[in-house]
């Protein structure tokens, strides 16, 4: 076998385990045994998990347009969803509440289990 074969063949087992792993990543973005439950705080969790999914149609700007009136980007507008248990029965899909995100995919089980974490921690402005 010559060098540049050699070379090829390395090149090409290289690019595609690079490759399988990093589809493997967008497949399974959160692995339940990484989620990290022990720092939720509203700041480096809540709000971007919000602003990733539920900003286009709730921050303060869109909210009258497309959020059916319902603000979700301050931390009182956030702190009166999740006490009333709208903003938690709206992402488990409860019978009873409208499912959300509107026409996205349901949150990850990770980010499900961070917001009530959040909740049970007492909605701290954190
Ligand atoms: C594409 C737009 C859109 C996105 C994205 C979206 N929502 Fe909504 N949301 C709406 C609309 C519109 C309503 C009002 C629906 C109605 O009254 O029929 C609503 C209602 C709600 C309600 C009230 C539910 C109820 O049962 O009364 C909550 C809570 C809520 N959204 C939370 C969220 C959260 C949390 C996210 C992100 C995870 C999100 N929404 C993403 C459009 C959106």
Known sequence: MNRILKTTM????????????????????VNPADCDLTEVTF????KPILQATCFT???????????GGIKL???????????????????????????????GGKLTAC???QLQKWIDNGTLNN
């Open 10 to 29: 390395f090149l090409i087992i290289v690019f595609t385990t690079g490759c399988y792993y990093e589809s493997e990543e967008k497949l399974y973005p």
């Open 43 to 46: 700041s480096g969790t809540i």
């Open 57 to 67: 149609c709730h921050s303060n700007s869109n909210y009258l347009n497309s959020g």
């Open 73 to 103: 980007q301050n931390y009182a507008d956030i702190k009166i969803m999740a006490g009333n248990g709208k903003l938690m029965g709206a992402v488990k899909h409860e019978n009873g509440f409208i499912p959300m995100p509107q026409g």
């Open 111 to 113: 980010e499900i289990s």
